[in-house]
């Protein structure tokens, strides 16, 4: 996917002009939040829930390479294969490998955020091979060419009719807006692809350590048919992907599922142990997985660990009033929203993405929604940290702040700059209100009129009056 | 909540005025100050004061954070409680302040001790002081606005509207999205003011839905920025920290 997180802010202006996502995101957020407040509230132990999902995770990835290495050995004694890919290049490369070495022609997909991650799709059809994402958003991104604007709902930024005109002009069927009727036509045109397809490619949800097994969440079915109809199956799991237990898997499943959709399960919850075995009547001849760092394990590090334990839920992005705003596109690469400012520069780089952390109040909706508690907010701040301590600062703001600070600490310097700021404003002030400050504050009086400092600050009214008046009325409070 | 080691004598209270109340909204300041003495508490307003350090803090200058918030930590020692009308700047010296001296022992600890005694005021009101009634008057239709940091942060999301409660002549309307972010986030306003005005639009949208003739929150932060954009509209709704909707009768703008 390309990378276009550089330019968030030309992006996020583009999307707050845009009345057709505009729309689509109002959708977006009174749909999925209600519904998940709703369910969430519906469990009895929400709190609990996720308190103890995040101990789960917590452990896995405190104990990462125990957990893969034991996940790798089960699955390699049921008849699979593991492949460790460092980066995106050398997973590709894998599945390139093994496309060839099973003679395929044709590949079906389930939705897939790691796939995404590594461009898997642009790069295989490079090598000749059919791919088709069979999940309905992602089917029609693909035939739209476009990218997901939503780690749950790929296609959230597109309309009913604008998908009717998609289907028109690229299926070449007859033109309509009945949404039963244009899954049908989905449905059919997929049947078609998933009966011909010798490799299936899937994502993981997640991957059980300690039986080999990996499960897959879905609502439309098409993860089950990628992953048993073709002879081979792909499955690409970011390496956070693990679980210590299969009794860790309720507890992972329903904060997941209540999180994203507000649903008790999801329609599909398939797990997969292995490839097909003798006995079995159906299921892929050979099951391969391929473990993806890609820029994880420097997520590993104390401070920043936590964005390890996200299970994709999106419940983040629907809450977080900027991406409600400006959709997911703005963001510039995969993961958007609030994990996606947190993820994406630690993946691809600060310097590539050094907006996304500062472009946030830090509001903390996210914290609250997350089905795991990952500090997001902290996180954020965080990386902003980093952003000072390696000089990707504007010398501007350095400089402010290096001048703020002496202020700060100067307290007598302080209260004379007050009133040296009230005087300097005299000519520009009307009753107490400033309309344009000058940069580089302009951009605070793009929109709004900025107070203007008290002509008597505090401090002053209390070294003057206040501190004379003493306590006055009401009985004295004792312990 | 009231401390195990209550004073057998006045409370000493330090107001922690923050910096925005300082420069631009005193009034704010003199409401809190008069509203705490009518309580019957020993109030000081100690003058080394300056800010907590949340500006840097949040824009990721860790280091000139420090240096400012060191001084409070000297400043506020040897009061009974430091009391702050902002959950933002309380949330910085209860939970952010901490994590800066994390690697200093000794700081630390003190650190930690002023976070143990540092409340927001509508927190320290009803969960410390216990204020049941309050004698105050307001005529008007009050929205509130819930700040992020004191309710996602301090977790105080009641203890403002309890209050407002207990004003006479003053209805309390719902507001939707009042828990909703209002786009300030400090230099973020100024950073990015096309997001922020995104967002500022939305809660002002809600506002007008509401139809309050008055916006109450406990945060001046956001209260300039919410203000700051009516007043360019030209409208006359008015925006007040909850500390001037207690005082006995509130004045119009």
């Not at chain 1, 209100?433 to 600050?457: E, I, S």
Request: with cysteine; aromatic share 6%.
């Amino acid at each position: 996917m390309r990378l276009a997180t550089e330019a968030f802010v030309t992006n996020a202006e583009r999307a707050l002009q845009d009345a057709t996502l505009q729309q689509a995101l109002t959708r977006l957020v009174n749909n999925f939040v209600p519904r998940r407040l709703e369910a969430m509230a519906a469990l009895g132990n929400a709190e609990e829930l996720r308190t103890r999902a995040r101990e789960i995770k917590a452990e896995a990835i405190a104990h990462l390479d125990v957990y893969l290495e034991q996940f790798a050995a089960r699955l390699q004694q049921l008849g699979g294969q593991v492949h460790w890919a460092d980066d995106a290049a050398e997973a590709r490369q894998i599945i390139a490998s093994l496309a060839a070495q099973y003679g395929v022609k044709r590949v079906v997909k389930g939705k897939s955020m790691a796939t995404e991650e590594i461009d898997l799709n642009a790069f295989l059809e490079q090598q000749g091979y059919e791919v088709l994402e069979t999940d309905l958003g992602e089917y029609i991104i693909q035939l739209a060419g476009e990218t997901p604007s939503h780690i749950i709902a790929p296609a959230i930024h597109k309309t009913r009719q604008q998908i009717a005109a998609l289907f028109h002009d690229k299926l070449g069927v007859p033109y309509t807006e009945h949404i039963p009727e244009m899954t049908q036509i989905a449905r059919r045109t997929l049947r078609q692809h998933f009966l011909q397809a010798d490799m299936g490619i899937t994502g993981v949800n997640f991957a059980i350590a300690e039986t080999g097994s990996i499960v897959l969440v879905t609502n439309e079915g098409n993860g089950r048919l990628s992953s048993t109809l073709p002879r081979l199956h792909v499955a690409v799991m970011g390496m956070e992907k693990i679980i210590p237990r299969l009794a860790d898997l309720p507890v992972m499943l329903k904060v997941l599922t209540n999180s994203a959709t507000g649903q008790k399960i999801s329609s599909y919850v398939t797990l997969i142990t292995g490839p097909r075995r003798a006995t079995d009547l159906d299921g892929p001849e050979a099951l391969h997985v391929v473990i993806l760092d890609n820029g994880r394990t420097r997520l590993l590090h104390e401070e920043t660990r936590e964005a390890l334990y996200c299970l994709r839920c999106g419940a983040c992005l629907n809450v977080c009033p900027i991406y409600q705003n400006v959709g997911g596109h703005a963001y510039g690469w995969v993961y958007p929203g609030p994990i996606g400012a947190v993820l994406t520069p630690m993946l691809v780089g600060l310097d590539r993405a050094a907006h996304l952390p500062r472009a946030s109040t830090l509001c903390g909706a996210c914290r609250e929604a997350c089905p795991v508690k990952i500090d997001l907010p902290r996180l954020l701040l965080h990386l902003r940290h980093d952003l000072v301590q390696t000089r990707r600062v504007s010398p501007v703001e350095r400089l402010l702040f290096a001048l703020w600070a002496w202020l700060m600490q100067h307290p007598t310097l302080y209260g004379w700059a007050l009133r040296a700021a009230a005087w300097l404003q005299t000519p520009f002030a009307r009753q107490g209100w400033l309309r344009r400050l000058p940069p580089p504050f302009a951009g605070w009086t793009q929109f709004r009129d900025f107070r203007a400092v008290a002509t008597r600050p505090f401090r002053q009214r209390w070294q003057e009056t206040l501190r004379h008046e003493g306590a006055s009325g009401g009985e004295t409070r004792h312990g | 909540m009231v401390s195990q080691s209550v004073p057998q004598r006045p409370w000493r209270v330090a107001l922690f005025a923050t910096c925005l109340v300082d420069a631009f909204c005193p009034e704010v300041g003199e409401a809190t100050v008069r509203l705490l003495r009518r309580l019957g508490l020993q109030v000081d307003f100690p003058q080394a004061q300056t800010c907590c350090g949340q500006p840097a803090f949040n824009a990721g200058f860790r280091h000139q954070a420090r240096a400012v918030a060191r001084r409070n930590l000297e400043i506020l020692a040897g009061y009974d409680y430091v009391v702050v009308p902002s959950g933002s700047c309380t949330a910085m010296l209860r939970c952010f302040t901490p994590e800066l001296f994390a690697d200093t022992p000794a700081l630390a600890a003190q650190a930690q001790a002023l976070a143990a005694r540092t409340y927001e005021l509508s927190e320290f009101l009803v969960r410390v002081v216990g204020v049941e009634r309050i004698e105050a008057t307001f005529a008007g239709k009050v929205a509130y606005h819930a700040s992020c940091h004191l309710l996602r942060e301090l977790g105080v999301k009641e203890e403002p509207r309890r209050l407002l409660a207990q004003v006479q002549g003053l209805e309390l309307v719902p507001m939707e999205l009042a828990e909703q972010c209002c786009g300030f986030g400090g230099t973020f306003a100024v950073k990015y003011p096309t997001l922020s005005d995104a967002m500022l639009r939305k809660k002002l949208a809600a506002l007008q839905r509401a139809g309050a003739d008055t916006l109450v929150s406990c945060d001046s932060g956001c209260l300039l920025h919410l203000a700051g954009r009516l007043h360019r509209q030209g409208e006359g709704i008015r925006v007040l920290h909850l500390a001037q909707v207690l005082q006995p009768t509130t004045e119009g703008p």
